[in-house]
C-alpha cells in the first residue's frame, strides 16, 4: 500500500536538510494545510507547501510501486 503520509525524516531524506529543519517544514505544512497539532500530514499537503510535484515525491517515498 502506497504512503500517503510525510514525516520529518522522510522530508530530511528527501530535502537534505537536518532532522529539525525537517520537523520545522512539516510543521508549516501542517498549519498551511489548517490542521492541528499532531495531526499527520500528507504528501499533498507538504508538496503544496514547498511546491515540489507531488507525484516525485510520491515515487521516492514508495520505491518499488510504480
Do not use: H, W
Request: hydrophobic share 40%; aromatic share 4%; charged share 25%.
Amino acid at each position: 500500500m502506497p504512503r500517503i503520509c510525510i514525516y520529518p525524516k522522510d522530508v530530511a531524506q528527501l530535502t537534505g536538510r537536518s532532522y529539525d529543519a525537517a520537523k520545522r517544514l512539516v510543521r508549516r505544512a501542517r498549519q498551511a494545510a489548517g490542521k492541528p497539532a499532531g495531526a499527520l500530514v500528507s504528501v499533498q499537503d507538504f508538496c503544496r507547501l514547498t511546491g515540489l510535484d507531488e507525484a516525485e515525491v510520491s515515487r521516492a517515498l514508495n520505491p518499488g510501486s510504480a
